[in-house]
């Protein structure tokens, strides 16, 4: 995400300057080094910190700054890949495990937000939209899917949806274990209880290289000051070289609305989170000042200038489905944004080691779900910077999806 590609609205809520920080002003040795102070950093800084951990965390911006700040947050179990396709790519039993990992993880996200004092944590039921005839009969099946391995999940036909909400559609599957949240919040949240902890957060420092060594590793920063660690957590998102990203992650653009406060949501007055099957999606939820967020549009990256000129032409496109989703209600724009985020061929993030043996971690939450799978890679780093091992890691092992 970059600043200048319209206003993201969590920085208007919360203001830049909380997330600004102090720069590395000496070299630090800390058993683990977290880059990245986004949403993955702070929940990774957090539970090593609760786990004992001294911790040492560098951005090159501020706190939240980059993609967290343009993140809509939905929070659900769902995941890009459906549960039925992701069975047929991975097994069943582990596609399962998978979806169950991110709805225990939602709940994990509820009770550290009530700690914060809230964090915008709101919970809500999740409104899956069949967007064809041909959809309509993957979402039944789905539908059956998931309430055979335990998930929330109803379907609900096309004159149902329209006489409750006024959403036009061939059918949805219904979740009653969604939620939102103010990323921003959350991450400036736990990187201040972080800090109280012992950890320090260093800000307009970047990470310029980085070595291995028997003892530990070296982290090279742009302060000219160097990091010693026992362990390094990369958490930079989309922004890891290009050489590590390759064969892993497809990288998109993707864009996003806040409309001005509106008095009512006519229909749609438990404010569900709203998303559709088609491929790519739009999505829409509410704010606790009562706007609509909308969300999607995405297009493959290429740069951050591109995708950013892209921005005026995007917004009429949103303005255009938000009017087709919500046709009773009059609403106008007040932020627009562009983030861009990276998708996997099984919508799973990556957590762990490139390599056996290596003390350098990754925690990449690709994927229209990452604070979810924020919160989740943070328990298998809190078990692998601690010397003990998660039955779960192999889900998410950088390597699965070699030859695929």
């Known amino acids: 995400m970059n600043l200048h590609s319209g206003s993201p609205f969590w920085l208007i809520r919360n203001g830049l300057l909380a997330g600004e920080g102090t720069p590395l002003p000496h070299d630090e040795r800390c058993e683990v080094a977290i880059i990245g102070a986004g949403v993955t950093g702070a929940l990774v800084a957090d539970a090593l910190v609760a786990a004992g951990r001294d911790v040492v965390v560098l951005d090159r911006r501020g706190a939240g700054l980059g993609s967290t700040a343009a993140s809509t947050a939905l929070l659900q179990y769902e995941l890009d890949v459906d549960l039925c396709d992701l069975g047929g790519m991975i097994g069943a039993d582990r596609a399962a495990r998978a979806f169950q990992l991110c709805h225990g993880a939602i709940e994990r996200l509820e009770a550290l937000s009530r700690e914060l004092g809230g ?12 967007s064809s005839r041909r959809d309509r009969t993957r979402l039944m099946r789905e539908t059956e899917v998931r309430q055979g391995v ?4 109803a379907w609900w036909p096309e004159d149902r949806v329209l006489t409750r909400y006024g959403f036009a559609s061939h059918g949805a599957i219904l979740s009653t274990s969604a939620a939102e949240l103010d990323p921003l919040q959350l991450t400036r949240g736990l990187l201040a209880r972080s800090a109280a902890g012992g950890a320090r957060v260093y800000s307009r420092t970047a990470m310029t290289e980085y070595e291995e060594s028997g003892a530990g590793v070296v982290v090279g920063t742009s302060r000219g000051h160097e990091v010693r ?9 989309y922004e890891v070289p290009a050489s590590l990203r390759r064969g892993l992650v497809v990288l998109n653009s993707s864009y996003a609305l806040a409309s001005e406060v509106v008095d009512s949501f006519g229909m749609w007055d438990d404010r569900c989170l709203v998303w559709e099957s088609a491929r790519p999606y739009c999505y829409l939820r509410t704010t606790p000042d009562n706007r609509v967020l909308i969300g999607g549009e995405d297009v493959p990256f290429r740069d951050p200038t591109r995708r950013d000129r892209l921005l005026p032409e995007k917004r009429k496109r949103l303005e255009r489905h938000r009017t087709r989703l919500l046709p009773g209600l009059d609403l106008e724009t007040a932020f627009a944004w562009a ?3 990276g998708e996997t061929p099984d919508g799973l993030p ?3 080691s490139a390599t056996d043996g290596s003390r350098t971690l990754f925690a990449l939450g690709y994927g229209g779900n990452g604070v979810v799978f924020s919160a989740i890679a943070a328990e298998l780093l809190v078990d692998a910077c601690c010397g003990g091992s998660n039955p779960d890691a192999e889900l998410f092992a950088l390597d699965r999806n070699e030859g695929v």
């Open 119 to 130: 964090c915008g944590f709101t919970r809500r039921s999740s409104l899956y939209l069949a």
């Open 150 to 153: 335990g998930l929330p999940a």
């Open 229 to 237: 660690a026992d362990r390094l957590v990369i958490a930079m998102g």
């Open 339 to 341: 983030g861009t985020f």
């Open 350 to 352: 990556y957590v762990g």
